[in-house]
């Protein structure tokens, strides 16, 4: 069965420092994966998705994330963090099929100090 | 506004009442999904319409759970005699097809009491 873990329930940077949250799937072909952020009593906004092709994928609001089929991984990188950046971050992976529901993860929670 | 919408925003009912949440999707959009988000947890999938076939449902939609979409466009979600496990975010959300991923509404709140 797919699966998404998300080993990181909470991390805190610095303003300005480089963020790096992980994400782990499992999936027996080759998957569909997103990152999606969550403010505070909002819906969730897609960041970046993965198809094929290019391994480095770019996204929103600076964010980008490799695929590593090696590692089934897919974690999400931005150089330089920003104070609006403080939210909670999903990965998903696409179910696939004729569906295209998504499996989450738990989210990391992400803080920034000033 | 052209994203997805969702009514009400919030919604506290006394147990053993029933709800109905509506969704109306993106309009282009002819898949619609339903998903539950719990403290701590991520969304969890419920259940998944494509145009107004009802495709899939999650074992976690419980026979007090019903979701329809007729004539493809919005979708209502009605809990039966709700319980406070059922206090959760009901969020939907609508994809234009396989793999570009969903995009989701704010969610509709509902705490049992």
């Known amino acids: 069965a797919q699966s998404v873990t998300q080993p990181d329930i909470h991390i805190t940077v610095s303003e300005g420092a480089s963020l790096e949250l992980r994400c782990n799937y499992s999936y027996g072909a080759t998957p569909y994966l997103f990152w999606y952020v969550q403010s505070p009593g909002q819906g969730l906004q897609l960041l970046l998705k993965y198809f094929s092709g290019d391994t480095l994928v770019q996204g929103i609001k600076g964010f980008e994330a490799e695929f590593k089929r090696s590692q089934s991984s897919f974690n999400l990188r931005k150089p330089s963090v920003h104070w609006s950046d403080a939210a909670e971050y999903f990965c998903?992976?696409?179910?696939?099929?004729?569906?295209?529901?998504?499996?989450f993860g738990k989210g990391t929670k992400l803080s920034v100090k000033p | 506004d052209t994203g997805v919408s969702q009514d009400p925003r919030h919604k506290i009912t006394k147990r053993g009442q029933n709800v109905t949440f509506r969704c109306d999707p993106i309009?282009?959009?002819?898949?619609l999904y339903w998903y539950r988000q719990t403290l701590g947890q991520g969304p969890e999938f419920l259940t998944y319409f494509q145009n107004e076939a009802q495709l899939e449902k999650s074992r976690l939609l419980s026979d007090r759970f019903s979701a329809e979409r007729p004539k493809g466009s919005f979708s209502t979600l009605e809990i039966q005699r709700t319980e406070q496990g059922d206090s959760a975010m009901y969020l939907c959300?609508?994809?234009?097809?396989?793999?570009?991923?969903?995009?989701f509404g704010q969610g509709t709140r509902l705490t049992v009491v």
């Open positions: 998903a992976v696409g179910a696939g099929g004729s569906q295209g529901n998504l499996i």
């Open positions: 309009s282009e959009h002819n898949r």
């Open positions: 959300a609508s994809s234009p097809g396989q793999g570009w991923g969903a995009f």
